[in-house]
């Protein structure tokens, strides 16, 4: 089992920055393919960012190239997002998730089996 507790949310201005973290326990997750999703209000989970188990390929969505750079350390057995260039829209709890020897299909929510409960990006404009 794994289980994953992200931090780092909070209230930023239009324009700010926040890294997220997500630390893992119950086993290293070197060899999982780990992920970034947000959900909004009354809106389905979104993808946001996306890294492969092996190789260490990164995958964005879209609206968050150039402005979200998504990280892992596997020493410290914990995923990143720092974000930057924050937009209102991008207020939303966002949820990090983790598959083992994931490296397809990152950006569905079900290619993931553990979840974390969620830290809230609040953006005021």
């Known amino acids: 089992q794994v289980q994953l507790v992200e931090s780092g949310g909070g209230l930023v201005q239009a324009g700010g920055s926040l890294r997220l973290s997500c630390e893992a326990s119950g086993r290293a997750v070197s060899d999982f393919g780990l992920g970034w999703f947000r959900q909004a209000p009354e809106k389905e989970r979104e993808f946001v960012a996306a890294?492969?188990?092996?190789?260490?390929?990164?995958y964005y969505a879209d609206s968050m190239k150039g402005r979200f750079t998504i990280s892992r350390n596997n020493a410290k057995n914990t995923l990143y997002l720092q974000m930057s260039d924050l937009k209102p829209e991008d207020a939303a709890v966002y949820y990090c998730?983790?598959?083992?020897?994931?490296?397809?299909?990152?950006?569905?929510?079900?290619?993931?089996?553990?979840w974390g409960q969620g830290t809230q990006v609040t953006v005021s404009s």
């Open positions: 890294i492969a188990y092996s190789g260490g390929s990164t």
């Open positions: 998730a983790a598959d083992r020897y994931r490296n397809g299909l990152l950006g569905r929510p079900r290619s993931y089996r553990y």
